[in-house]
């Protein structure tokens, strides 16, 4: 039988698919650590939990409106002006069943096939699938370590063609923890205005999650924000990941394209889960302010130890909470074994089979020489993943 193109060809979200062999390699009893998962170790604040409880017995249990309860997107819409300084109507909100739906809402709602897209690498594992889905074109602009990870403004001015229809820009980001500082996106904003036809996602799903540099929307600029979709949502600055909830804030054609699109798919989000929404937008920042404060320690714990392995190279991330260390320097080295290492997924599996180490080879990313470390751990758990992680490229000659 024959079954749709499109998704047979679609490649499994490397993320979820390591994070279930390691589920599976625990099944058999192997001493296995992840750090996989982009998901804070933490569970949901009480007071949020409590709003979603009393929606409950409120009869918060039936269909909800499709772009959200009105008292969340106003929520929504006064955030994201006191703390963003953007000015949108409740009509211009629509929350979906994640920042992943409301990223392909956006994706589905404006791009033809053929369009092209262009996606700074390295990039989310789920952003090359959804320009697939869509029958797009997706052009690559590779960053590296010497850069940051961020894309300069001669290198977007120069990838810009008459068929560019979509940049997708992701600060913090998954999986660099890399950051633009406003000047950095007041100098791509000054390209993307030359080019009037493009028209920029930007995902800000990291945005409690930053440590020295401050956040910046780029829907601030001049000439941005009628362009700009900002994606955002709950799973990662209020540890909401099973909630399910993420919103976008855009203009209000593309709004109404995505509401309608999510109206023949899942129609509105969770009704109880919007109202734990709204207590988490307005009521108290405080516990989503100490999980940012743990992660930053974690992360200056983790740091100097990742630096301390010969032939490591990484940089101390901004935001997220993720280290993507560049491994290049072992490949072509060979295991105790004789096996060579010829690729980045080569070096993973080593990682496993010599020290029960599981992390997200940077071919999920859209690089071939980095991993993705998951620092949302304990910091127990992440001072023996380093020592694993230590040993096992020790064995390499």
């Known amino acids: 039988m024959q079954f749709s193109q499109r ?25 296995v650590i992840g750090l996989t998962l982009g998901e804070p170790d933490m569970d949901t604040p009480a007071h949020i939990r409590e709003a979603a409880k009393a929606a409950l017995d409120q009869g918060f249990t039936h269909y909800p409106p499709v772009s959200g309860y009105p008292e969340l997107r106003q929520a929504i819409v006064d955030k994201l002006k006191r703390e963003n300084g953007l000015d949108y109507a409740p009509s211009q909100i629509v929350v979906s069943t994640g920042a992943k739906q409301s990223l392909y809402n956006v994706v589905l709602a404006v791009l033809n096939p053929g369009d092209e897209v262009l996606v700074p690498a390295p990039y989310w594992v789920s952003y090359a699938a959804m320009v697939h889905l869509a029958q797009a074109r997706m052009t690559v602009l590779p960053t590296g370590i010497d850069t ?3 894309i300069s403004p001669e290198q977007l001015e120069a990838a810009i063609t008459p068929q560019t229809k979509l940049l997708f820009l992701n600060t913090p980001s998954n999986p660099t923890g890399s950051m633009y500082t406003g000047d950095e996106l007041a100098a791509l904003a000054a390209v993307l205005r030359r080019h009037p036809q493009v028209l920029i996602i930007s995902d800000e799903i990291y945005e409690l999650i930053t440590y020295e540099t401050e956040h910046v929307s780029l829907g601030t600029f001049d000439g941005m924000m009628d362009r700009t979709i900002t994606v955002n949502g709950f799973s990662k600055g209020f540890a909401m990941t099973g909630w399910r909830l993420g919103y976008i804030a855009a203009p209000q054609e593309i709004a109404a394209l995505c509401e309608k699109l999510q109206g023949q798919c899942t129609s509105g989000a969770t009704a109880f889960s919007q109202q734990g929404a709204v207590a988490a937008l307005t009521q108290d920042l405080g516990p989503s302010l100490a999980m940012r404060d743990e992660f930053r320690r974690r992360r200056d714990l983790l740091y100097p130890q990742l630096k301390a392995i010969e032939g490591v190279d990484v940089i101390l991330p901004d935001g997220a909470f993720y280290f993507y260390p560049d491994l290049g320097a072992f490949l072509g080295r060979k295991t105790p074994a004789g096996q060579l290492i010829e690729t980045i997924d080569d070096l993973c599996l080593h990682l496993v089979e010599a020290e029960g180490l599981a992390v997200v080879p940077g071919s999920a990313f859209g690089t071939d020489r980095h991993v993705r470390l998951s620092y949302a751990y304990a910091p127990s758990v992440l001072e023996d993943a380093v020592g694993r992680l230590s040993r096992a490229l020790g064995q390499l000659s």
């Open 7 to 31: 998704i047979t060809s679609l490649e499994e979200s490397a993320t979820l698919g390591i994070a279930k062999k390691v589920r599976a390699l625990k099944a058999e009893g192997r001493d």
């Open 148 to 150: 940051a990870f961020k």
